[in-house]
């Protein structure tokens, strides 16, 4: 297996990989910190990857994505997956203050997806088969006053991507999208933690799995499909007064 992972560093992506660098994957990781680079490469080889390359970029130089794409196929001699996971919660507060703040934050979390996606599903509708995965969110299923920068930007992740999934369908092709709940990661290092917390490594299984499998659209922990869809079922006069 051939697998490209945008975010590798993130603490569920790297859970992620290391199920795929158990079964001997050949994996290429992009993030922008290279000594975390470095040393998730020098774990997923003590796990059995067959191979960990890495390429440091940010990718909210929406510009570099395509060569970025190219590079990577160049470096793995070929591709069969891709996971993309990078992100940032970011402050509302300070999104609603300034607004190049908000289109970094939506640059980040919702665009640079989508132009991924976009190169991507080129590739992979050409090559007839493969697995694109993106990690979207619960937040992303109802905008809220406390998050809907974040949330609306993960909303058009979890739109377009479906998208794309059913425009690959046709040539064999998987785009799965999970869809976590609160996960225990650095990006929620500040936020007071509560019994709806998941680890990293139980959703970084979940999403090996679904990967494998090819499934469409993933809630991981599951119980979050239950709270949402309470959630968006609640009348919009009703959810306009809440703090959610
Ligand atoms: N944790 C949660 O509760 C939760 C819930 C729902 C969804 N999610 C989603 O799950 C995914 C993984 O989250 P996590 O909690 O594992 O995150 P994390 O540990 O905080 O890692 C975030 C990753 O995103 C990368 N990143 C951020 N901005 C980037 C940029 N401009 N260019 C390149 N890389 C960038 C970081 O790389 P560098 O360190 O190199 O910058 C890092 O690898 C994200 O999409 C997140 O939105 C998380």
């Not at 290391?18 to 998730?40: D, H, S, V, Y």
């Not at 774990?43 to 060569?67: E, F, I, R």
């Not at 990293?200 to 119980?223: C, N, Q, T, W």
Request: overall charge positive; aromatic content about 8%.
């Amino acid at each position: 297996m051939k697998l490209l992972i945008f975010g590798a560093t993130s603490a569920i992506a790297h859970e992620t990989a290391r199920c795929f660098a158990m079964q001997g994957a050949e994996l290429l990781l992009i993030a922008r910190n290279t000594e975390k680079l470095a040393a998730n490469a020098a774990d997923l080889k003590v796990y059995g990857a067959k191979s960990v390359d890495t390429l440091s970029a940010d990718l909210n130089d929406l510009d570099s994505h395509l060569s970025l794409i190219e590079e990577s196929i160049r470096r793995l001699g070929g591709l069969d997956a891709v996971l993309i996971a990078h992100g940032t919660l970011g402050e509302q507060k300070r999104s609603e203050a300034d607004v190049q703040d908000m289109l970094r934050e939506f640059t980040t979390n919702g665009l640079s997806y989508m132009t991924l996606l976009t190169h991507l599903a080129n590739y992979f509708e050409q090559q007839r088969r493969g697995t694109i995965c993106v990690i979207s969110s619960v937040a992303g299923d109802r905008g809220r006053g406390s998050n809907y920068v974040y949330g609306s930007a993960k909303g058009a992740v979890t739109l377009f991507a479906g998208g794309v999934r059913s425009r690959l369908a046709k040539v064999g092709v998987n785009v799965v999208t999970i869809k976590p709940g609160f996960v225990d990661t650095p990006m929620t290092a500040n936020l007071k933690k509560n019994l709806l917390y998941a680890d990293p490594k139980s959703v970084g299984k979940r999403i090996h799995a679904a990967m494998l499998k090819g499934e469409d659209i993933v809630y991981a922990p599951f119980f979050w499909m239950f709270i949402m869809m309470i959630i968006r079922n609640i009348p919009e006069r009703i959810f306009k007064k809440t703090k959610i």
